[in-house]
């Protein structure tokens, strides 16, 4: 299995306050009757022997079927949406129930190997977040959402600054605290995962990765095309809200020049064009909303840092 270098060779100090081994793991589930109970009673088997206290929790989001009955079938607590409403919604209603300070979320349909949770909870100390990272020696995700996957991490990991070898994994180790503090951004549906992933880079949380497989799904899909064009909105939205520079400055700059080039080429026609002084003075606009915004973003991330674990 591919393993991530570390960020680090040395440590100086524990950035966060250790936590209690106590872990309250979320599953979401949506029509996954036929086989939760088998994925549950594996889960299970795997948090008896890490050593850490835990307790499961699954959301079953309205389902169609018997995934309520299958999963309760487990002895593991099950929480009912009346409606579908969300993967997003799901981990919410599954947070506010748990009694834990550590979240795992995994998802219900045999994607994400269970033998993987304890490599993710070894890697606790001094971290808000673990993400298991889908980049193992199994991968199983489909060729037609490779492209748009590798695009969207690509562009992700351009506005953050950093590489973030998994966007929107399912499978994850998180603080209640940071739930917590980016509960107001965080949306009811699938940009969950990819929304507090960006928030927890762009305002340097210290998140580790780990390897792990991803194995071939269970059931039916959830994902359709159009979520691509979401997840880039989502983006693009959550960038401007903590580093709107790396937005409005290339934009400016693409815009300069083209203004700029239009500028020399009608000198050399002994005309001067509105295109170029439009584009020109487009630039200067995005470049000041870029600054404005950037200083909304440092008032507002100042005023939450207290809510930051010292």
Not at 29 to 43: C, K, M, R, T
Not at 133 to 142: C, E, F, K, S
Not at 250 to 262: D, H, N
Request: with cysteine; aromatic share 8%.
């Amino acid at each position: 299995m591919k393993e991530l270098a570390p960020r680090s060779s040395v440590t100086l100090e524990q950035s966060v306050p250790p936590l209690p081994a106590r872990v309250s793991v979320i599953v979401p589930a949506y029509n996954e009757g036929p086989h939760i109970a088998d994925g549950l009673v594996e889960l299970q088997a795997v948090l008896e022997s890490s050593g850490w206290a835990f307790e499961i929790i699954v959301v079953d989001d309205g389902s169609a079927d018997d995934t309520a009955t299958a999963a309760a079938s487990t002895g593991v607590r099950v929480i009912q949406h009346r409606r579908n409403r969300g993967y997003g919604a799901a981990l919410k209603t599954g947070v506010a129930a748990a009694q834990y300070d550590w979240i795992m979320i995994t998802d219900a349909d045999g994607t994400y190997p269970a033998a993987s949770i304890p490599k993710l909870l070894e890697k606790t100390d001094g971290n808000e977040m673990v993400v298991g990272a889908r980049i193992g020696q199994t991968v199983r995700i489909p060729h037609v959402r490779r492209p748009a996957k590798w695009f969207l991490r690509q562009l992700a990991s351009y506005l953050a600054g950093q590489k973030l070898p998994d966007l929107n994994s399912g499978l994850r180790l998180m603080r209640r605290d940071l739930i917590d503090r980016y509960h107001h951004l965080l949306p009811s549906g699938f940009s969950f995962t990819t929304t507090i992933t960006l928030a927890a880079a762009c305002n340097e949380h210290d998140v580790d990765y780990v390897g792990i497989d991803y194995l071939s799904r269970k059931g039916d899909s959830k994902i359709r095309p159009w979520h691509a064009y979401e997840f880039s909105l989502l983006i693009l939205r959550i960038i401007v809200f903590f580093n709107p520079l790396k937005v409005f400055i290339p934009l400016g700059a693409v815009l300069m020049v083209a203004g700029l080039a239009k500028f020399a080429y009608d000198v050399t026609r002994d005309n001067l064009s509105e295109s170029a002084i439009f584009a020109m003075l487009t630039a200067m606009l995005f470049w000041a909303v870029g600054l404005l915004a950037d200083q909304n973003s440092r008032i507002a991330l100042g005023r939450v840092s207290s809510s930051r674990p010292s």
